[in-house]
């Protein structure tokens, strides 16, 4: 499917000269900037297919009969204000039938928590390995939030407060603000002394606080400020969650074998 930009515009009428109707065939995108100038122009942009004997331009009685009663198109695209047939390759879709660039905020929020996922299941395969199978299970809780997360944001839905490692919401902020009280381990910076465990779990943390980064630019208005705070919260407690697994590392808690 053609996309016609502004550029192409331009191009066409250096080598035909002025023209009072500018004709695409039927399904070509016209980006904004496009339609801008072929209206300041006084162009009237036409869709159809140019017919022998008649001049660039012009179309015949059946043609604008045929194309008035044309339905809309089964996609609609967000960014351009057309609707379309078929999904152009740079387009995918946000919901229902509603397509948007793939550099859209939304879409890169979910590349961000598909990557989230590879990386926990990569994790969980080394750490199967050497045994360390508690960290695998709290992983597995964590990667369950993760898919709940991508599905309310898919499909609209809101997020319900959950549990992890059976601790709530509240419970896991606590903890993560005070490990010395509940846990036995001061604030700490991790390092490679600490072992390759350690660094799973802190490469996951930070994955986690970038794909929050990228859901407080996807869902920030500048009239509403955040519309998705539910995605925000859960997001910032999962981050919460690995240092507390990090402390507990540190504490001792996790063994392999257990």
């Known amino acids: 499917m053609k996309v016609l930009t502004e550029m192409d515009v331009r191009n066409e009428l250096r080598k035909g000269g002025h023209i009072q109707r500018f004709v695409v065939p039927p399904g070509t995108i ?3 900037a496009a339609l801008s100038y072929l ?4 162009i009237e942009l036409v869709y159809g297919e140019i017919e022998s004997g008649v001049s660039q331009g012009e179309k015949t009685k059946k043609d604008e009969r045929t194309e ?3 339905p809309p198109g089964r996609f609609e695209l967000l960014s351009v204000g057309l609707r379309v047939d078929e999904k152009p390759e740079n387009f995918t879709h946000l919901s229902g039938n509603k397509l948007v660039p793939k550099t859209h905020p939304r879409i890169k929020f979910r590349g961000k928590l598909d990557s989230l996922e590879a990386q926990i299941i990569w994790a969980q395969t080394q750490m199967a390995k050497a045994g360390w199978k508690e960290v695998v299970a709290h992983l597995e809780e964590v ?7 991508l599905r309310a944001e898919v499909l609209s839905e809101p997020i319900e407060d959950f549990q992890l490692f059976g601790l709530s919401y509240e419970d896991i902020r606590e903890i993560s603000h005070f490990p010395k009280k509940f846990i036995g381990v001061d604030h700490f910076m991790p390092s490679c002394e600490m072992g390759e465990v350690m660094a799973y779990l802190n490469l996951i943390r930070a994955q986690i606080r970038e794909c929050e980064i990228s859901a407080c630019e996807a869902f920030y208005d500048e009239f509403e400020g955040a519309i998705r705070e539910d995605i ?7 981050s919460s969650a690995l240092y507390v697994m990090m402390c507990w590392l540190r504490a001792g808690r996790y063994s392999k074998g257990g």
């Open 30 to 32: 016209v980006t904004p």
């Open 39 to 42: 209206n300041e122009n006084k």
């Open 68 to 70: 008035e009663f044309k």
């Open 143 to 149: 990667l369950s939030v993760i898919r709940k997360i």
């Open 232 to 238: 925000l919260k859960a997001l910032n407690r999962l």
